[in-house]
């Protein structure tokens, strides 16, 4: 496989559920984001990871918690999610953190909270 | 925060129309990426610029970043339906949050044939 995968495509949940949200890509690259793209609003950078290291954490609650066991694997650990948290999760990759580049994004985790 | 406007939101046009979009800010920006997602997938970037007033063309499609780097447009001659789709705008910014991504809420492109 090439690029940036994202599984699973489409993800349903309760409130009260814990799920996680699988990235992994084959490109080489050092740096790994999570982003958040809800309708009407700006693309939301949520986390990002160069070499496997958090360097930032853009105030997210709590109950988005993110793993990086290494430069490849990126997850996103969900629970006790909110309605309004229902979006489509993006993950990107760079060559690095310093100077952004080009981001190469997966195609998306379409994740519906009930 | 540094803001990107994106005029306008929603654009549906004939194909062979020609078009424009524009993305705004009051924030000077490193550089402006052009990114294009169709629907059911990611992003995917379609130009970079650098330099104050700097064209780039890239087959229809013609992108230029303003001369003070604070606002960039994108120009598409007789547009096909192939076109289709959500253009977003991001601002990278420099100093201390080198390297950081700003995004526009994009403008959503329907081209009928």
């Known amino acids: 496989e090439t690029g940036v995968t994202q599984t699973p495509r489409h993800l349903v949940m309760g409130m009260t559920n814990k799920k996680s949200l699988k990235c992994e890509q084959h490109?080489?690259?050092?740096?790994m984001y999570w982003y958040k793209q809800s309708a009407k609003k700006p693309l939301e950078l949520m986390f990002v990871?160069?070499?496997?290291?958090?360097?930032e954490n853009n105030s997210v609650p709590s109950r988005f918690s993110p793993e990086c066991p290494n430069s490849s694997h990126l997850f996103l650990h969900l629970h006790t999610l909110q309605p309004e948290d229902s979006a489509l999760y993006l993950c990107?990759?760079?060559?690095?953190?310093?100077?952004?580049?080009?981001?190469?994004f997966g195609e998306g985790s379409r994740l519906t909270v009930l | 925060t540094q803001l990107l406007e994106q005029s306008p939101q929603f654009l549906s046009i004939q194909e062979g129309e020609n078009l424009t979009v524009y993305c705004n800010s009051s924030?000077?920006?490193?550089?402006l990426q052009w990114y294009r997602q169709e629907p059911g997938e990611g992003p995917v970037l379609l130009v970079t610029?650098?330099?104050?007033?700097e064209v780039k063309k890239l087959k229809r499609l013609t992108f230029q970043f303003g001369d003070a780097r604070k606002d960039s447009s994108l120009h598409i001659t007789a547009a096909q339906p192939g076109d289709t789709g959500l253009y977003l705008c991001?601002?990278?910014?420099?100093?201390?949050?080198?390297?950081?991504?700003?995004f526009g809420r994009g403008t959503q492109l329907t081209v009928w044939p």
């Open positions: 990107a990759s760079s060559h690095s953190w310093t100077g952004t580049g080009e981001l190469f």
């Open positions: 490109l080489g690259h050092n740096a």
């Open positions: 990871y160069n070499f496997k290291e958090q360097t």
């Open positions: 924030s000077v920006f490193s550089s």
């Open positions: 610029v650098v330099t104050g007033g």
């Open positions: 991001a601002g990278e910014a420099g100093g201390s949050t080198l390297g950081r991504l700003y």
